[in-house]
T-cell receptor, first 114, second 114 residues
């Protein structure tokens, strides 16, 4: 069964610093990979997705993620954090042969210090 | 363009009662998926409805049932409520239900069982 691990339930960075949120997946075959963001009292919004094209994926709000098959990772980065980036971030996978559901990590809450 | 609409936004029920949650998909979408998100956790897939039928189901008991109407809107029904059913219930709509096309999420229904 596929699973997703997000390292760190909380990550705190200073405004202007690099943001790095980690995601590792467990799957015998590389799946589709996603990052979603959830602001307080809101639903989930797609940041970016990997669907077997380019391994470096650019998303909205300046975020990007790199798929590394050898490390089964899909870490999310942003060069310079803004206060508005404070939210919870979820990594999710979907198997390519049964692409009708998302399997989610537990989430990482990003805290931005002024 | 209206996104995904869920109702009600909040609900308090007593153990043993039944509840119905509603979802209207984004315009142009024909598939509705339901997810349960317990506090501090990632969402868990309940089921997906496409062409008015349940196409795929997660690891949830039969107390959880659903329906999709000809206009693509959907209902989630939960019978014999347990305290553990307290969670945020998220509806996601998509075109043909494929995760790699991207899901649009509603803001959710917060269900509290007392």
């Amino acid at each position: 069964a596929q699973s997703v691990t997000q390292l760190g339930s909380h990550v705190s960075v200073s405004e202007g610093a690099l943001v790095l949120l980690r995601c590792n997946y467990s799957s015998s075959v590389p799946p589709y990979l996603f990052w979603y963001v959830q602001y307080p009292n809101q639903g989930l919004q797609l940041l970016l997705k990997y669907t077997s094209a380019a391994t470096l994926v650019k998303g909205i709000n300046g975020f990007e993620a790199e798929f590394k098959k050898s490390e089964t990772s899909f870490h999310l980065t942003k060069p310079s954090a803004h206060m508005s980036d404070a939210a919870e971030y979820f990594c999710a996978v979907s198997p390519m042969d049964s692409n009708y559901q998302l399997i989610w990590g537990a989430g990482t809450k990003l805290i931005i210090k002024p | 363009d209206a996104g995904v609409t869920q109702s009600p936004t909040h609900l308090i029920k007593t153990r043993g009662q039944q509840v119905t949650l509603r979802c209207s998909p984004k315009s142009g979408h024909d598939t509705v998926s339901w997810y349960q998100q317990a506090l501090g956790q990632g969402p868990q897939f309940i089921f997906q409805y496409y062409e008015e039928e349940e196409r795929q189901r997660g690891n949830f008991p039969d107390r959880f049932s659903g329906h999709q109407f000809p206009n693509y809107s959907s209902e989630l029904n939960v019978n014999a409520l347990l305290l553990g059913d307290s969670a945020l219930y998220l509806c996601a709509s998509s075109f043909q239900g494929r995760a790699n096309y991207g899901y649009t999420f509603g803001s959710g229904t917060r269900l509290t069982v007392v």
